[in-house]
């Protein structure tokens, strides 16, 4: 019996440690799942923050050309608040600046004209409350180089908005060194009553 009695409290101990290591080893198995999981939420939120962090830079990027983008476009001229608002006093400085740079390109002017506020412009169609508009209508005698000299200056030098809405290049029939040049190019100027726009 006193056998019997040993047998029992060693299969006890036996049974008591195997439930004992069955629970550290539960208890050691979920805190691992635990940290697995937590090292993959780690990961993916580091991830998550370098692609945020890859997003705001390309955000960033994107201001910047922008912001590049906006420089780069020309102001409109702005006209005196005294103006009446369809005067064509406000392009008389403009008018001598496209001349001084197709003189400087070279360029012979031999006519020009123009046209305020004309029809067909889709500034003055849909802004003439606050744009005025005045087309100049160019015919010059010079070169292809000479040509291109002016169409760089007028891009480059010229300080306000303008819009060439036609060029028209014919050959000179006395000397193919030189060419006509038909050319329309559109100026703009903000009303003085839209400057608060």
């Known amino acids: 019996m006193k056998k019997n ?15 004992f290591v069955c629970i550290l080893v539960s208890m050691i198995k979920g805190n691992v799942e ?17 692609r945020l962090e890859q997003q705001a830079k390309e955000l960033a990027e994107q201001q910047e050309q922008e912001k590049s983008k906006l420089s780069s476009i020309k102001p409109v001229i702005q006209e005196p608040d005294d ?23 070279g360029l012979l002017l031999r ?40 169409l760089d200056a007028m891009v480059n030098k010229f300080e306000y908005l303008v819009s060439i809405s036609r060029l028209n290049v014919t050959a000179f029939s006395e000397n193919t060194d030189y060419i006509l040049i038909n050319m329309s190019i559109t100026l703009y100027s903000k009303k003085a009553a839209s400057a608060a726009l």
Not at 86 to 101: N, Q, R, W, Y
């Open 5 to 19: 009695k040993k047998l029992v409290i060693i299969i006890c101990f036996v049974a008591a440690a195997l439930l």
């Open 34 to 50: 635990d940290i697995q999981n937590a090292k993959a939420m780690s990961i993916e939120a580091e991830q998550s923050a370098q």
């Open 83 to 105: 103006s009446d608002g369809e005067s064509l006093g406000v392009f008389g400085g403009m008018f001598d600046k496209v001349i001084a740079l197709s003189k400087e390109s």
């Open 111 to 150: 006519s020009i004209e123009y046209e305020m506020n004309p029809m067909d412009d889709a500034i003055y169609q849909n802004f003439s409350d606050i744009y005025n508009v005045c087309e100049l209508k160019f015919f010059f005698v010079g070169s292809y180089t000479q040509l291109r000299s002016f």
